[in-house]
């Protein structure tokens, strides 16, 4: 099946811990994201990349990072856990055009974080 | 700075009755409009963008929405609600000036049809 996939589905870890959840997609596509959904469902863009340019949304600590070992992966590495950073993770991909700013975005299902 | 407003929290309908999910929109220039879909324990889906051109846009699963700029308002609707509607769905806006990634979500309205 062409898909976004992220494994893994759940993660329970402590406080301090360093953690990765991966992505990876077969639809071809040059650009990928991490989203951020916390307990309120709201939906917040960490990551975006492409193989030319990684744009990071500002507000997100530096213990996040992306690295992208080809353009059909994209993992999520998290340094020295904070309860805070319990919440869902979804990556996502797109392809991009000359119109790039109407690209659908294809998500994969989520990996749910808890922090204890 | 683009931003995107879901007023709702909740909307509930009757199976059959139509429903509306409101979006109402910021952005400096002229806006690419999404409608996504989330259902329990699953990624987002794509229902339907609006682009440019006719302000109405058709979707999947028979959903429509208009774009309204006047009122920078981009309603979600579907003239018949159906129980396996009831989902998450969310308004996204990016600003056609703004860099790829730059899609900006609503914080949610919680879709329930009951039978």
């Known amino acids: 099946d062409t898909a976004v996939s992220q494994t893994p589905k759940y993660l329970v870890t402590q406080m301090g811990n360093d953690k990765s959840i991966k992505c990876e997609q077969n639809?071809?596509?040059?650009?990928m994201y991490w989203y951020k959904q916390d307990s309120k469902k709201f939906l917040k863009i960490m990551f975006s990349?492409?193989?030319?340019?990684?744009?990071i949304n500002e507000t997100v600590p530096n213990r996040f990072s992306p690295k992208s070992p080809d353009k059909a992966h994209l993992n999520l590495h998290i340094n020295s856990l904070e309860l805070g950073d319990s919440a869902v993770y979804f990556c996502a991909s797109s392809q991009a055009t000359a119109s790039s700013g109407a690209n659908v975005l294809t998500f994969g299902a989520g990996s749910r974080l808890t922090v204890l | 700075a683009q931003s995107v407003a879901q007023p709702e929290d909740q909307v509930n309908v009757a199976e059959g009755n139509p429903l509306t999910v409101k979006c109402t929109y910021s952005?400096?220039?002229?806006?690419?409009l999404f409608w996504y879909v989330q259902y329990p324990n699953r990624g987002l889906q794509f229902l339907l963008k609006y682009i440019t051109g006719d302000n109405l846009v058709k979707g999947s699963y028979g959903f429509e929405a208009e774009f309204n700029k006047s009122q920078t308002s981009f309603h979600l609707k579907k003239p018949s609600a159906l129980v396996s509607d009831s989902a998450l769905y969310f308004c996204a806006v990016r600003d056609q000036g703004g860099s790829q990634g730059n899609l900006i979500f609503g914080k949610g309205t919680k879709l329930s049809v009951k039978p």
């Open positions: 639809l071809g596509h040059d650009t």
């Open positions: 952005v400096s220039g002229n806006p690419y």
């Open positions: 990349y492409n193989n030319k340019e990684l744009i």
